[in-house]
């Protein structure tokens, strides 16, 4: 399983922002600096983060982005859903027959995949910041 680019980039700008003094906002360009990547591809990201009420931006001198909510209210699986969207890792192409009960090789990939929903559901942006300033 790969999630996209634009996931790592949502993820890493969250756990920025979840580092900077409360109330402060950050603009696009150290945020873009700060990863190596264009301001136009993650001001993309960013409009996506602020649809889904996870940042604010507020324009002006001192404007930029700023989480609105808290960080140990935002899960992985809250920004992976949001980026990627929700749909099924795994879809079984294959028809079987009406008397049986239905792809088995789904079920177990269903059941995979609710283990990685809960074990990214359970973490948080909040955790990786405490365990940076851990390391550190």
């Known amino acids: 399983m790969k999630f996209s680019k634009a996931t790592n980039y949502a993820l890493h700008t969250l756990v920025h922002l979840a580092g900077i003094p409360k ?8 945020l873009a600096e700060s990863q190596g990547v264009s301001q136009a ?3 993309k990201i960013l409009s996506t ?3 889904g009420n996870i940042i604010e931006s ?3 001198v001192d ?3 700023k989480l609105r909510q808290e960080a140990r209210s935002i899960t992985f699986l809250q920004v ?3 980026i990627e969207g929700s749909h099924s890792l795994f879809q079984c192409e294959l028809s079987h027959a009406p008397e049986r009960e239905g792809c088995l090789i789904q079920r177990v990939m269903d059941g995979a995949e609710h283990t990685l929903k809960d074990y990214l559901a359970s973490q948080t942006i ?3 910041v405490e365990r940076n300033t851990q390391a550190n």
């Open 80 to 82: 992976i859903e949001l």
């Open 23 to 30: 109330g402060k906002a950050i603009g696009v360009k150290p």
């Open 49 to 51: 983060l602020v649809k």
């Open 126 to 128: 909040h955790d990786i």
């Open 58 to 60: 507020s324009p002006g």
């Open 41 to 43: 591809y993650l001001s």
């Open 63 to 65: 404007g930029g982005y």
